[in-house]
Structures are given as structure tokens and as C-alpha cells.
């Protein structure tokens, strides 16, 4: 009974295509997030929204377009791909935006850009 | 801004050696820590968190923390690893941010287990 879902698991693409990333979690959160692994493990916040309201906004390049149908989903559009995109892609969910709010991550989406 | 730095990119250890990684983190506020482990191709699970209260905190699979203040250090303990326990480490500071909550991970250590 998995927790917080990604698909895909893997996506290889080339430059310049358009893709997306999907994520639903039955926790029953509010507030879920993206985040982004670099080839050295190095995990940074994207973006984060509560009760389908973006919160949180890091300097992410607008060809990434993530969106909220509902709190049970966030979705990642990648317009454009560049070959610096190859990462892997977690999303999070937690309850609540309180600091010391445990966060439940996905599985992962491997992007790799040709 | 809130940083954290872990000091150890790998640590190899024998299985049923103790092992200690090691995490500082500055803030000028209040202070959320967190240690996630990540297991290979696998996304990160919570070991253990400090809110407030003991500084010794004891998370799940036999490891603790230590929040110590006036060093900016919560490191990571366990007293006998288990080859199960390979997986990449990561050190965690939460900061509120517009009103969410925000979390810097450090680069990450790679513990690896050897019989």
C-alpha cells in the first residue's frame, strides 16, 4: 500500500521535449513537495504547495510547471528539457507546513536527458 | 539562510562496529534537525528528528542523535552496524520560509557496511 507514488520510475528523453512527472500520495496531507537529486545525491527543494496553493518557489527555471489538481496530487511539467534536468525527482508529502513536520517521500523518477 | 554540512562524504565500517556520521548545521533560530536515510533506488525515510526537549533522541534500526548547541552539531550514532544498514545519510535543518516549511539537507553521507 504505497504511501506516496511517482510515475514514471525511469524517463529517458531528448533535448528540447516536453515531459511530465506524476505524483499522488493517500495520506490524506495537505501539503506536498518536488525536489530535485543531482548526480552527487544532493537533494534541493523545488517547489512545495499546501491545499493546492503554491508556498514555495526556489529559483526554479519557468520551464518547470509543477501543478495541483487536488491535495492528493502534484504534478511536474518540464517544457524544454536540457541535459542539466538529468536528476532524479522526488516528491514529498507531509501534514501541515509546521517545521517539525515529517516529510514522506516517493520512490523517485530517474529523468535521464540525451 | 540555514546550512547544513556533513563531514564525511563516505564512511566504511565492519558489520557490528559502532559508527558515528557527523552533521553540523547553523541557525540563528529555533532548530528542527532530522536524519533521513536513503537505501538504494529508493526514496528517503525519517531515522529520527529533534523538536526540543532531551537532546538524545532515538530514532528507528537502533540508531540516535545527540543535539548538542553550543557545538552546531547533531550527530549521527549507531553502536553495531548491520550490513542492511548500507544507504546513503542525510542531515536535515528546517526553516520556515512564506510561511511553509523548508528543509536543507547536507551533501550526504554513504555508509557502507563490509562483512
Known amino acids: 500500500d504505497t504511501a506516496v507514488s511517482q510515475t514514471p520510475k525511469y524517463l529517458v528523453t531528448q533535448m528540447g521535449n516536453d515531459k511530465s512527472i506524476k505524483c499522488e500520495q493517500n495520506l490524506g496531507h495537505d501539503t506536498m513537495y518536488w525536489y530535485k537529486q543531482d548526480s552527487k545525491k544532493f537533494l534541493k527543494i523545488m517547489f512545495s504547495?499546501?491545499?493546492?496553493?503554491?508556498?514555495i518557489n526556489e529559483t526554479v527555471p519557468n520551464r518547470f510547471s509543477p501543478k495541483s489538481p487536488d491535495k492528493a496530487h502534484l504534478n511536474l511539467h518540464i517544457n524544454s528539457l536540457e541535459l542539466g534536468d538529468s536528476a532524479v525527482y522526488f516528491c514529498?508529502?507531509?501534514?501541515?507546513?509546521?517545521?517539525?513536520?515529517?516529510?514522506?517521500f516517493g520512490p523517485g523518477t530517474r529523468l535521464t536527458v540525451l | 539562510a540555514q546550512s547544513v554540512t556533513q563531514l564525511d562524504s563516505q564512511v566504511p565500517v565492519f558489520e557490528e562496529a559502532p559508527v558515528e556520521l557527523r552533521c553540523n548545521y547553523s541557525?540563528?533560530?529555533?532548530?528542527?534537525l532530522f536524519w533521513y536515510v536513503q537505501y538504494p533506488n529508493q526514496g528517503l525515510q525519517l531515522l529520527l528528528k529533534?523538536?526540543?526537549?532531551?537532546?538524545l533522541v532515538k530514532g528507528i534500526n537502533g540508531f540516535e542523535a545527540e543535539f548538542n548547541k553550543s557545538q552546531t552539531s547533531f550527530h549521527l550514532r549507531k553502536p553495531s552496524v548491520h550490513i542492511s544498514d548500507t544507504a546513503e545519510y542525510f542531515c536535515a535543518v528546517s526553516e520556515r520560509i512564506q510561511g511553509a516549511q523548508k528543509l536543507v539537507f547536507g551533501q550526504g553521507t554513504r555508509l557502507t557496511i563490509n562483512p
Open positions: 529533534y523538536l526540543s526537549g532531551s537532546t
Open positions: 514529498a508529502s507531509s501534514q501541515g507546513v509546521g517545521p517539525g513536520n515529517e516529510q514522506f
Open positions: 541557525s540563528s533560530v529555533s532548530v528542527y
Open positions: 504547495y499546501n491545499n493546492k496553493e503554491l508556498i
